[in-house]
């Protein structure tokens, strides 16, 4: 499958107005003659086209432009001041997934940042000395899981961050994500993701976040940030792997969701867009693509058949990654014109992740595992980058060493409530069948 | 070094940052940002709430909109400064039109207006805002959020069209408006459900290819009490003659859901049989028109 390989003309897949131009309309066009002549090369109807073989993932470009980040980053970096914990991880897990090695340099001074962010509250801020916030938080945690050491794990207090986390709970199940602050589905994903990497998931923790979750599903099938919200790409991630991990994904209609989402994958460009009828974005190829594992899980353990290679057109997402958003002189971008950013790197890259490598769902072990003989490789085979884990977005190995380190570890003495550290204990060292 | 900042904080001693012995990834601050932080940190640690912590706030607001940290501070004071909240909201607006998509801006903007209690002209200043970008995610999400807390449903349904007229596939327009239909207390969809029909058909006959009403259309009619087949008998046709000319996915996908539905209401295996072939054939159409999504087809194909 993928674009480049169709036996049409671009012409021929391009959106069609029908004659009625509106300010979406005009915008996708745009997009649209951005796109073809970085495709047209390699088309399959093209004379003397390049082939495919040649499309590559400018790997070292790629690792340069995220290191010179590592160095420092210019005053213009100002406005994201209170964004450092998140350009830490969007830095470092953007170079594990191309496989560059952190030196032992870039390794303390990251364990030192990301400490330096910590409150005595337990929660991490997004700057050293910045208060609390629980999507910093998350990214902390994250990083941390990535650097990988036992010095790296033991910066988290987790007893206090669980107390911090209790302390964000809302009556409906939802969190704020700091305290007084705005209450989403992303603040869910932020705590549950992070509480499970630590172990410290319970019962009055998770307590009535799969019902918030699935009152923001909407009649579009997709997820939105809050009751009410249009159905949107990354709360739909957000969702969708909250309930992965809480084991209540039946709570949500995954049919609707499958539907929606599959709707999302750009004909031509062969990226998604993030709602319907908005442009492709490269940023999505994540958020979008990422609830694909996580549906295609669902569906396992329903015992439904489908294709082997699941659902989207994971050849034709390449494409647009590798044509469309890749900067010559390294990082990753939105769409054509654009300007390369850690984010887009980041994220381009987990999307490029998951459409290379396939999970199947385990369904004796009840976690994801990568099928090597699945592998879909667009372009170069050297262009073959490390399996992301599908509800945490680290890679599969950095996520098996966190979890497996801390899943012998209960924490105990959380707050004075006795019953809160037993049933802490409780579901420690089991199965995650047997949890909640 | 010389100072960036006027006289009045000479009696305030700076807290600098303190980012451990080895900082990984160090922004290169300019020297007012570095200077007015350190002030910040100080005021903060002595948690002072004052006109001039105000000030400050605001100015740094100015370098780095999106610091999560300055706007919380910045409420706090708000809370015990008796500040003009009205002139509050103006520095929103500043703000506001070079950071659209910031959380903070949105979010303190709800804090004021929740305090003042007071909904003001906030409908017509969102939509002033989504004159800029129609599709704002976090206008919407104010906007319903002003409309629930304050209870002004009755004009909305009027804006939804207004935006749709704007623009037809504005889906965040489209969301809005089952939104309001759906979410208005004592509301009553069946009794609106004929004209909301009529409404997405309207749309859909000016601009098939366009997605939202199609998703519109069976999501209201879901919502209702009855199901797709109740109105098989209306909109099977509607489908059937707007592919005269050429076929459209999300007319099939529409027909697809109509007789999926109507499968669900039959009891004899051989008339399900007969329905199951229809819907079949329907999925082969779309493998064929609606190629990205080919391996999604053919997986509802064989789940007949
Ligand atoms: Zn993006």
Known sequence: MGVLDLPFSFDEISFNDGGIQTESSLVQMEVENDVKPLFQPYHVLEENRINYDHI?????????????????????????????????????????????????????????????????????????????????????????????????????????????????????????????????????????ATAKLLNILTPELTKDVAEFVASCQTYEGGIGGYPGNEAHGGYTFCGLATLEILNKTDYIDSEALMEWLTSCQMKLEGGFQGRINKLVDGCYSFWQGGSFPLLEAIYTRNQEQFDPCGFFDREALQEYILLCCQNQYGGLLDKPRKSPDFYHTCYCLSGLSLAQHYYNYDTIQNDFKENPELTTIVGKVSNLIRATHPVHNISMVKEKRITSYFSNSSIVNIGSNESISSSIEIITNKPKEEQV | MESVVDQGWADVERTYQDEGPFEIMPIAYSIEYKEKMDILRTLMKNNEKSERALKLTEDIIALSPSNYVIWKYRQEIIKELNVD???????????????????????????????????????????????????????????????????????????????????????????????????????DIEAVLKDEIEYAKQKINFDPTNQSPWMYLKGIIEKSKYKLADFADELLPFCENLQKIEPYKYALEYQLYTNESILKTLNSEKEQEQQKDICRTICSKLEECDKIRKKYWKYVRESY
């Open chain 2, 85 to 187: 909240l009205k002139g509050e909201l103006n520095l929103f607006v500043e703000y506001a039109e070079e950071n659209p998509k910031c959380y903070q801006l949105w979010h303190h903007r709800q804090v004021i207006i929740e305090k003042l209690n007071d909904p003001l002209d906030e409908l017509q200043f969102i939509h002033d805002m989504l004159q800029y970008d129609s599709k704002n995610y976090h206008a919407w999400t104010y906007r319903e959020w002003i409309v629930r807390h304050f209870n002004l449903w009755d004009e909305e349904i009027k804006f939804s069209d207004t935006m749709i007229k704007d623009d037809d596939r504005n889906n965040s327009a489209w969301n809005y408006r089952f939104f309001i239909l759906t979410e208005k207390p004592d509301n």
């Open chain 1, 56 to 192: 590559n993932l400018n790997r070292h470009a790629h690792i340069k432009f995220l290191r010179v980040g590592l160095k420092g980053l210019s005053s213009q970096a100002v406005g994201l001041d209170a964004s450092q914990a998140w350009i830490c991880y969007w830095i470092l897990h953007a170079l594990d997934l191309l496989g560059a090695t952190l030196s032992k340099s870039e390794i303390e001074r990251t364990i030192n940042t990301i400490s330096a962010c910590q409150n005595p509250t337990g929660g991490f801020g997004g700057g050293p000395q910045q208060f609390s916030h629980v999507a910093p938080t998350y990214a902390a945690v994250n990083t941390l899981a990535i650097i990988g050491t036992e010095e790296a794990y033991n910066v988290v207090d987790r007893e206090k961050l669980y107390e911090w986390f209790m302390s964000l709970k809302q009556p409906d199940g939802s969190f704020q994500m700091n305290e007084g602050g705005e209450i989403d589905v992303r603040g869910c994903y932020c705590v549950i």
